[in-house]
């Protein structure tokens, strides 16, 4: 019999404490790589009540203005004047910097398989992973009527209502909304079928003078919930609450502490997969917490778009300083069409996983990343400089999947 069960994951505006810091961290990535695309990045950044800190191991041969960054940043999401009780005019900015460890730049420098002579001299050998442990990708066909990017659909939606929200701030069609905010979604399953709706939940800090019966929640609801939910999932029994403590006023660094990675899970896939515990952000691609787990959707995204699985979970592990990952496995949650053993070997034999090849075939020394910062890493479009969205392995691989 197929289990019906609920499943929610939440997101969050750009405007969220530990969002914008990550978007500093991003943001400083980005500014370093504009100019010295082999510079190594490990950016952190704190935000708190009229203050920013940053910290790290910053390796590069470019001149960065990390108090000017930091600044525009804070402005560019909205905290700009008194209003929102944080300004990135008159707030504080603080740096602790220092290169990168030469015991880690050692092994990335030079991959132990070159180190040891194991292998030959492949360009692809050169490059060790910046970090051990483990990275997840997933992708999944949940539903044929409407397109979520192969995501999960509670993730995939929270992010379009957070998103919605904040470019109707923006416009200044909803001008009382602050920048600060969270969406929820709970979703009803059939097996892995998404079916409807339960509930859906806005958080959103607003003006001092605004009611959220009578004008907060109407708004949300006309410009920001209907606009974004697919028919196919609409119904008029759906959960709508709106900031359920009566009042939020008080938002962003001022009502809480921001940190760089504290939002792993908004990152991702809200939950529906494994988490490996890396955060992305303020991180060069030598870092396979980052590089690692964008090819690890890729290579899920292509493997569900070939057809082969209507599920699929790609988990890879790293050692420091090796190239070649330690582990790849494949969970296809029982939707295989081939054998799954035969299924993995051909992942294996087919992607390149090793760091250097992943930089190479997604491009990923570019100033791209500050964009991931807000609304999620995955399930946007690759037009937008997200590379590891293509699709363009499916084919191939699903020839090559016919003769298992």
Known sequence: MTRRYLFTSESVTEGHPDKLADRISDAILDTILADDPQGRVACETLVTTGLVMIAGEITTDTYVDINKVARQTVREVGYEGS?????????????????????????????????????????????????????????????????????????????????????????????????????????????????????????????????????????????????????????????????????????????????????????????????????????????????????????????VASGVVDLCEVRIAYAIGVARPVSVNIDDRGTAKVDPQKLEDLVSDFFDFRPAAIIQNLDLRRPIYKATSAYGHFGRPAEDGFPWEVTDKAEEFAKLARDL
């Open 83 to 303: 209003r929102w009780g944080f300004d990135g005019l008159t707030c504080g900015v603080q740096a602790a910097i220092q290169e990168q460890s030469a015991d880690i730049a050692m092994g990335v420098d030079h991959a132990f398989e070159q180190r040891s002579g194991e292998v030959g001299d492949d360009q692809m050998n050169k490059v060790g992973a910046g970090d051990q442990g483990m990275m997840f990708g997933y992708a999944s066909n949940e539903r044929e009527d409407f397109d979520t990017e192969l995501m999960p659909t509670p993730i995939w939606l929270a992010h379009r209502l957070a998103g919605q929200m904040a470019a109707k701030r923006k416009s200044g069609e909803l001008p009382y909304l602050g920048p600060d905010g969270k969406t929820q979604v709970t979703i009803a399953y059939e097996g892995n079928r998404p079916v409807s709706i339960d509930t859906i939940l806005i958080s959103s800090q607003h003006a001092h003078d605004v009611d959220i019966e009578t004008l907060l929640k109407p708004d949300l609801m006309e410009h920001v919930v209907k606009p974004m939910v697919p028919e196919a999932l609409w119904s008029d029994n759906i959960r709508f609450l709106v900031n359920p403590t009566g009042r939020f006023e008080i938002g962003g660094p001022l009502a809480d502490t921001g940190l760089t990675g504290r939002k792993i899970i908004v990152d991702s896939y809200g939950g529906m997969c494994s988490q490996g515990g890396g955060c992305f952000s303020g991180k060069d691609p030598t870092k396979v917490d980052r590089s690692g787990a964008y090819f690890a959707r890729y290579v899920a995204k292509n493997i």
